[in-house]
């Protein structure tokens, strides 16, 4: 038997509690012993859990509590958690986390800190849910040499993209839609500014390639730029609008890391991803490109991630899981102005052929695309592969036009 | 330094030579010690290889050489692969296999004898080429109760199909063009009447729920019975045709487990999975629906899976993995007979509005699919949920009518 407690008893705590109540039997089987949930922190009651006689509001009656082995943080935030989680590493217990914003930030600490004392630090629910992703990556990919990993890691936002592509909302209309729903919160910044995307991105590089990202060395672009309008247009191209967030490996041994709205190919399985769903692509030079596809969040989907951290612990008890990367370096991230893209952009003008001949004039011949019931004044094209920052100046360079939009497209 | 040995120098064997060769150094850091190639069995002669010293014709050159650790089997074929396989466990070397073959004939054996012999058997390549794919269900899917696994498990029909559904090709013309780029063997019948599907369900289905599922006990149909005519008419009522692989567990501890072209919905991901490439979703409690997809053959994804699990036995040499599986038994694979499905029926009829008379009296309402330039004599319709005897006996019960295809849809 195994005593393990839970640090927050929300969404995905109480989704935890509920697996390892509803799964006990084959969980035990699983992990070769029996998982007994001794205490949970709340600050609040749950007069009705099951559990309610095991609730604590002191974190120290886990902490200090050496009966406990496994300690899993599902408080989110990264204050108190951080210093939680390091109080139950530095008393001998392994600790499992949901917990993105921690990892993202303090992630390289936390495996140094659990790898000086001999404990594990698993985090597998932090990114894309309850899909498997960090682990495959750790261990089935190891034969690779991974070179990029991208995907659609926001559920919110990926729904209301969706809403905007199959029901001709406009954003205002998704983002209400998705609040009533329960997917976006009363302040929807950390999903639609692309912060969520961004922490995930930064975990899934970190993984990837070894060296710790920090969320402030990823240009972040969240979709509250993106219009009904560009989502229109992008379709009769072929495209689909999604939130991505992308890594790839530079031959000098640093990475480009970015959060943007782009447009992904419709013969790309990243653009059939609908609704809240999440999917991660890797792409390695021996497996070619790989996706793992499912629910990116919500209780259970999460809680099946979380529990089969502990699983694993539990199975691997007194041994260490060889997750690690180094800490992270200020010119480890390449500024994305060095980075190479091509653009979807949409512009009005007062004099549409002249703005046409400035358009050709300034990139050369470009891929325009045409929309019915397109008004006059408005011209919307795509630009070939460039420079970031050249494309960003000739944008700025043409005359007597106003810039309505510019979004990357997703390219190989 | 751990020495390996590859048995069978084929497209995966000659693979894994070359990604271990070129990946030395990464994969000599994360397995914890650099992995060398000691011997490579072949009854060809490879004199430009870079191991070409390394050859030999002779078994026991690797069975009885206690240098070598673990032996890497990929000559595919049940003998004498089952025979080498057993001789090397008994002599203290854990494998790692692609042969799907042998995994689905005897993988409850080799697992137990491995496992009596304190030894590893790995084969994550023998399912999905290089996709990771046994140990994510074995390892992060383990809070889950699974209650179902399906997929698109091979690239030829689907590379086939996927012709058939986008360029409009018949049956025969895709073959051919599988054949001309080498995706589909001269002799096509282990892809396209089910058999290489057959085997990696029963592989996946033993994983999943824990009991071995041999090949004769899984219902397996081809694609040979699929026409272009029944591709455009899926595609009219919102489907696309896939070769699916499926196994769902039974409340009563048995499974139905079955391969057959299936109907998918637009609006689930498999319908979207093109070319060669192959995909496995798989439901669980908790978490829903994930998936997994990629490159499911070829040298380098596949040999990126074999590399993989010896990277993991290199890592925990001297311990044992935890998969394992029990026997199967004569009634653990429920009779198809006894499952529920919906169905698209094509039919022709010389006096077709008697025919559609009958098909309403037998079936009740139905839902009927029409086509652009439809033949006068040919109907086409969707019948509800029905138990599959009943289906079958429903059909043969209708006079004046040929019956020309009936397709399962793939249901919740």
């Not at 210093?83 to 936390?110: M, P, Q, R, Y």
């Not at 498997?132 to 990993?149: D, G, H, K, W």
């Not at 954003?171 to 329960?182: I, K, N, T, V």
């Not at 944008?395 to 810039?403: F, H």
Request: hydrophobic share 45%; glycine share 8%.
């Amino acid at each position: 038997m195994v005593y393990v407690a839970i640090m927050g008893h929300g969404v995905v705590g109480g989704g935890v509690a509920e697996v390892l109540r509803k799964n006990a039997a084959s969980i035990a089987k699983k992990a070769g012993q029996e998982i007994v949930i001794k205490r949970i922190l709340d600050l609040r009651e749950f007069p009705d859990s099951p559990y309610a006689d095991r609730f604590t509001k002191n974190p120290d009656d886990i902490i200090h509590d050496p009966e406990i082995a496994i300690v899993i943080e599902t408080m989110g935030g990264l204050h108190p958690a951080y210093e939680f989680v390091k109080a139950c590493l530095e008393n001998g217990k392994s600790v499992v986390t949901s917990n993105k914003e921690l990892v993202a930030a303090k992630g390289d600490e936390l495996l140094a800190f659990a790898k000086q004392h001999n404990l594990n630090f698993l985090f597998e629910a932090s990114v894309g849910g309850g899909i498997p992703i960090l682990r495959p990556i750790n261990q089935c990919l190891t034969a690779n040499e991974v070179y990029e990993i991208a995907g659609i890691l926001n559920g919110t936002t990926n729904f209301m993209l969706t809403k905007m592509i199959e029901e001709d909302m406009s954003f205002d209309e998704a983002l209400s839609l998705a609040q009533r729903l329960g997917y976006a919160e009363r302040d929807p910044s950390a999903d639609i500014d692309g912060h969520d995307t961004c922490r995930k991105v930064c975990i899934l590089a970190a993984l990837g390639f070894g060296k710790h990202v920090y969320p402030a060395q990823v240009h972040t672009e969240g979709i509250r730029g993106v219009s009904l309008t560009d989502v229109k247009y992008a379709a009769a191209a072929g495209y689909a609008i999604k939130l991505i967030g992308r890594a790839r490996a530079r031959d000098d041994g640093r990475i480009f890391c970015m959060v943007a709205p782009m447009l992904v190919p419709k013969d790309n399985l990243l653009s059939d991803v609908r609704d809240v769903f999440n999917a991660i692509m890797v792409r390695g030079d021996a497996i070619g490109d790989v996706m793992f596809y499912g629910r990116g969040a919500g209780a259970l989907p999460t809680a099946s991630a979380v529990v089969a951290d502990v699983i694993d612990e539990v199975k691997h008890i007194a041994r260490r899981k060889m997750i690690f990367w180094e800490s992270g370096s200020d010119d480890y991230v390449c500024p994305y102005t060095e980075d190479q893209t091509a653009a979807m952009v949409r512009l009005t003008a007062d004099l549409p052929e002249t703005a046409k001949a400035a358009v050709t004039a300034a990139f050369g011949e470009v891929r325009w695309i045409a929309l019915i019931g397109q008004p006059e004044n408005e011209l919307c094209f795509l630009t070939e592969v460039q420079n970031e920052q050249t494309l960003a100046q000739t944008l700025q360079g043409l005359s007597g036009v106003q810039i309505q939009s510019c979004i990357r497209l997703f390219g190989e």
